[in-house]
């Protein structure tokens, strides 16, 4: 179990710009400004870095979309990090803000943008003030404004509190939000590239992703390659949480697997108790069983296995946990943050939920769960973005994986779980269960 | 019932509170004595069109106001340049803008798949016993308010609950009454 870190490779925070700088803060802006802007993209293309926010989309091949010389240009951050699971951006941004805030200075430069904006969530009313006086900080030591370090460059970085919107983390969706309008994704093409905020070229980036960048930039692209996979390079920052001894972020190589994971870093189940589910990449993603525990953590591996690497979010469900119950809370998440653009996605998530609900309580017929994987099915790849897909996907992954307990449901009449489960307490009268 | 659960999840708990990064202190509220309109001028100045400031205005209105009343969609509105219907359309989208009037303190509870694994169902029983009210009431004093909301981004360290956007994480079902205790001592005192 290699212990590669990169992001996260040191002890309590980095929010002082000095304590930043003394470890070689700031150093690849000095440098990428005397250099020429294309040098910042060509090494992070090299790097071989892919999105770090869920689709893992090559960076550099993406920033390279954007027309050279069409002004104005942005570079818009997402750290909407709204994914059930993840809660990775989150201590990024309170640990190490510099090194998001210079991961945007030079990305900026490199791609050419007038302005970058940060899109942040509007719960993390705690992590815009740690970006807030980093960014005043940043603007003291005059790597923000006016003729950035007398190199003639001018960053302009606005810090924008979204409001509570899930679907704001999908990034057509976000320059909607960001333009004041309701948070409704776009049909692509055209995609941000040529037609993003204000129809003007836009890169969108995510927030680990472009912390990693000042990395890239001081080991070089190549060097950076090393660690990981053929595919998958570099670390990536893990969410780990649910049923585990010792939830929390741990930074991996891209070799690690969901074992190294879930049991060296998470110390396993707690109290003896076993394994019964694994989300692997966030709520949205298919459900794995124990026996596939040895996966490994690369985007490749995950996707063999029948799922998605997604947002990089473990959850580890334990034996007590009622699989209905799951897929209704995760159902009911995707209905309520369904914008209602596309029928399938508003109609579906909330047919979904009254068929899930209907099992949970005991109410549904014979041939619901086929009715249910049929529903599913009719949201999957029909709208214009993936959060109908989000719910379609893990859904039927549940029924199909383990569709006994789902079918014990209706033959019982009720729950078999409710009992023991830790989220009976949301859908039944605990004085009367117990 | 809620001792069960807490025994549970006692050691995941404690892994939270290993591995969650200490936060830093709030800053003081921004206590701007200009007017309103005054205020949301400055947002607008920050972007290249002045639509991007509503979601912005809109925050600094339910500040002042505590939600987001007719009043307040008409003066964002007169501010912004939007009617009060484009405004309204807009803040209906989105869960933190208060369509009615809350309680004093908002208390959230993130019901969402991770915390629900480590025991947020009674985080949340435990505080309708605490407060008399079931999730999404008011008391009758005015002072609480007691939600249910999805993914807060502390996973790892749920139960999350907050207070007034103030994250307190993890937050198990025992904490209940003693965090209830000190805000109806800190509300007494204000009074």
């Known amino acids: 179990m290699s212990d590669v870190r990169i992001l996260l490779d040191f002890e309590g925070h980095r929010r002082d710009i000095a304590e930043y700088e003394r470890h070689g803060g700031y150093q690849q802006l000095r440098k990428a400004l005397a250099g020429e802007p294309g040098d910042v993209v060509a090494a992070v293309d090299s790097s071989g870095l892919r999105g770090r926010g869920g689709a893992g989309f090559p960076t550099g091949r993406k920033a390279s979309f954007l027309p050279k010389d069409r002004k104005p240009a942005y570079l818009c951050v997402n750290a909407d990090e709204s994914e059930p699971g993840t809660f990775k951006d989150r201590e990024i941004m309170l640990r190490n803000p510099h090194a998001l805030i210079e991961g945007i200075l030079t990305m900026s430069f490199g791609i050419g943008a007038t302005s970058a904006f940060i899109y942040i969530r509007g719960e993390y009313r705690t992590e815009f003030e740690v970006l807030r006086s980093a960014l005043e900080q940043a603007r003291e030591k005059g790597y923000v404004g006016r003729n950035v370090l007398g190199s003639g460059y001018d960053a302009t970085v606005v810090l924008h509190r979204g409001a509570g919107a899930y679907i704001c983390g999908e990034e057509t969706a976000l320059l909607s939000s960001l333009e004041g309008e309701r948070g409704q994704p776009r049909s692509k093409p055209p995609f941000p590239a040529v037609a993003g905020l204000y129809a003007a070229p836009t890169l969108v980036n995510n927030v680990e992703t472009l912390a990693s960048v000042p990395y890239i930039l001081a080991m070089g692209g190549e060097a950076y390659a090393q660690i990981g996979t053929e595919r998958s390079k570099g670390t990536r920052v893990f969410s780990l949480s649910g049923n585990v001894r010792r939830p929390g972020n741990y930074e991996l190589p891209l070799t690690s697997t969901l074992r190294d994971l879930i049991e060296g870093h998470g110390g396993g189940a707690p ?48 034996d007590r946990t009622c699989m209905v119950q799951l897929a209704l809370r995760v159902a009911e998440f995707y209905r309520h943050e369904s914008c209602g653009k596309c029928t399938p996605c508003r109609e579906g998530t909330r047919w979904g939920v009254e068929i899930i609900r209907r099992i949970e309580m005991g109410e549904a017929r014979q041939g619901e769960l086929d009715l249910l994987l049929n529903v599913c099915d009719r949201i999957l790849g029909k709208c214009l973005c993936p959060l109908g897909d989000a719910m379609a996907m893990p859904v039927a992954s549940y029924v199909t994986k383990y569709r006994e307990e789902f079918q014990r449901h209706i033959d019982e009449g009720g729950c078999p779980f409710v009992e023991k489960s830790p989220i009976t307490g949301l859908y039944h009268d605990m004085e009367l269960v117990r | 019932m809620n001792g069960e659960y807490a025994e549970a999840n006692a050691e995941t708990l404690a892994g939270a509170r290993e591995t969650r990064p200490e936060l830093p202190a709030p800053l003081p509220v921004d206590d701007d004595p200009r007017p309103l309109y005054d205020r949301i001028q400055d947002v607008i100045a920050l972007y290249p069109e002045r639509k991007s400031a509503v979601i912005p205005a809109l925050r600094l209105a339910q500040e002042q106001y505590g939600w987001l009343s007719e009043q307040a969609f008409d003066e964002v509105a007169e501010a912004t340049g939007f009617t009060p219907a484009y405004c309204k359309s807009v803040a209906s989208f989105y869960d933190m803008f208060r369509l009615h009037p809350t309680g004093r303190f908002e208390i959230c509870v993130c019901t969402n798949i991770s915390c629900a694994l480590v025991g947020a169902a009674d985080t949340v029983l435990a505080f309708e016993r605490e407060l008399g009210i079931h999730r999404g009431e008011t008391t009758d ?36 009454p003693e965090l209830v205790a000190a805000l109806r001592a800190d509300a007494e005192g204000a009074a």
Request: aromatic share 8%; glycine share 14%.
């Open chain 1, 271 to 318: 109290d003896g108790r076993t394994i019964k589910a694994i989300v692997p990449g966030g709520s949205s993603t298919p459900i794995l069983t124990p026996d596939q525990i040895d996966t490994h953590l690369d985007y490749e591996s995950i996707a063999e296995a029948g799922s998605m690497a997604g947002s990089g979010a473990i959850v580890v469900i334990d």
């Open chain 2, 141 to 176: 004093d005015g002072l609480f308010t007691l939600k249910t909301v999805e993914c807060y981004g502390g996973c790892g360290w749920g139960p999350v609950v907050s207070v007034n956007e103030r994250y307190h994480e993890p937050f198990p079902a025992e904490q209940v």
